[in-house]
């Protein structure tokens, strides 16, 4: 089993950019399939971006296409999660998961390990 760690989340405005990161301290990242979810309150898990093993063909949710980019890092271990041009919607605790296929899917059950979390607030 993974475990993963979350860093990066705070409270921003509109228009700003954050940037986040996931750690596997376990360092098992090989040929794991990684995504970032979302989950805002009252609101399913989403997806929001995937990159397959071994760091080929990121693809995101339409929401995040041309704002987010998701990249992996095999030499640290670190999946990234680059966002700019931050939106109110955008609101929610963002999860970083890991899947043994290495093409993760936008299915929120395919993913066997996840993260604790990490709040993005982005005000008005």
């Known amino acids: 089993q993974m475990l993963l760690v979350e860093s990066g989340g705070g409270l921003v405005q509109t228009g700003d950019s954050l940037r986040l990161s996931c750690q596997d301290d376990?360092?098992?990242?090989?040929?794991?399939?990684m995504a970032w979810f979302r989950q805002a309150p009252g609101k399913e898990r989403e997806f929001v971006a995937g990159?397959?093993?071994?760091?080929?063909?990121?693809f995101y949710s339409g929401s995040a296409q041309g704002r987010f980019t998701v990249s992996r890092d095999k030499s640290s271990n670190t999946l990234t999660l680059q966002m700019n041009n931050l939106k109110p919607e955008d609101t929610a605790v963002y999860y970083c998961?890991?899947?043994?296929?290495?093409?993760?899917?936008?299915?929120?059950?395919?993913?066997?390990?996840w993260g604790q979390g990490t709040q993005v607030t982005v005000s008005s």
């Open positions: 376990q360092r098992t990242f090989k040929k794991h399939g």
């Open positions: 998961a890991a899947t043994t296929s290495n093409l993760p899917r936008r299915e929120a059950y395919a993913y066997e390990d």
């Open positions: 990159v397959p093993w071994p760091n080929s063909g990121p």
